[in-house]
Every structure is written in structure tokens, then in C-alpha cells.
């Protein structure tokens, strides 16, 4: 499989997106700042605010079960998908280019 580019693949993809995708309702708003229930361990109270998502910073985390990290590793984790999956799918699902690394061997002639 060719080689994709992580850190390029992480920029176009807002955790706002992810979560709109899952159609995710959070408790409370403050800013870019969304708490509520986790949708990765499976809150069992609607009021749960467990989880912690800053859109600004593209971050989430949830306090109870640990889990953390990007958009990326927030679908990988939903979706339960390897990383190189996980961005391929997103990126079709948000209609991004896919960042295939294309200088993974600068000696091949183009
Ligand atoms: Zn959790």
C-alpha cells in the first residue's frame, strides 16, 4: 500500500466534523470548548461530562476512560480502525484529498 502522510493528513480534519459526523450532543458548550458524554466508552448517563473536546485545538479527552488525542485518533478509535484506515475513510466521508506521501523515495524517477 503506498505511504501516507500523517502529519499532513491531520491538519484538514476538525474534530468538529468527527464529532458531527457521530451527530455528538454535548452537555455544555463554553467557546470551543465541549463537554458531555464519551462516545468511546459508552457513558452510561446522558448528563455524563466525561469528555472533553476543544475544537480550537482540534484536542479531546476523556477523564474517565483515558482515551485522548486528534480528530484522527478520535474516528480510529470510533470506528475501531488502524490509523492508515482511519484516514481514509475520514477523508472520503469529509470529502479531503487523501495525503498520499509522495516523496516517500526522492531517487524514483516521476
Ligand atoms: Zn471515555
Redesign the pocket.
Known amino acids: 500500500m503506498p505511504a501516507l502522510d500523517y502529519r499532513r493528513a491531520r491538519a484538514p480534519l476538525r474534530l468538529a466534523e468527527v464529532l458531527g459526523l457521530i451527530g455528538y450532543q454535548p452537555r455544555s458548550r463554553q467557546d470551543e470548548q465541549w463537554r458531555g458524554p464519551?462516545p468511546?466508552?459508552g457513558?452510561r448517563s446522558a448528563s455524563s461530562r466525561?469528555?472533553a473536546a476543544h475544537l480550537g485545538k482540534n484536542l479531546f479527552h476523556?477523564f474517565?476512560?483515558g482515551?485522548g488525542g486528534n480528530a484522527l485518533d478520535l474516528w480510529a478509535a470510533l470506528r475501531r480502525l488502524p490509523l492508515y484506515a482511519a484516514v481514509l475513510d475520514l477523508c472520503q466521508r469529509l470529502h479531503q484529498p487523501v495525503p498520499w506521501l509522495d516523496n516517500a523515495n526522492p531517487t524514483s524517477s516521476r
Open positions: 464519551c468511546l466508552h457513558s466525561s469528555f476523556c474517565r476512560c482515551a
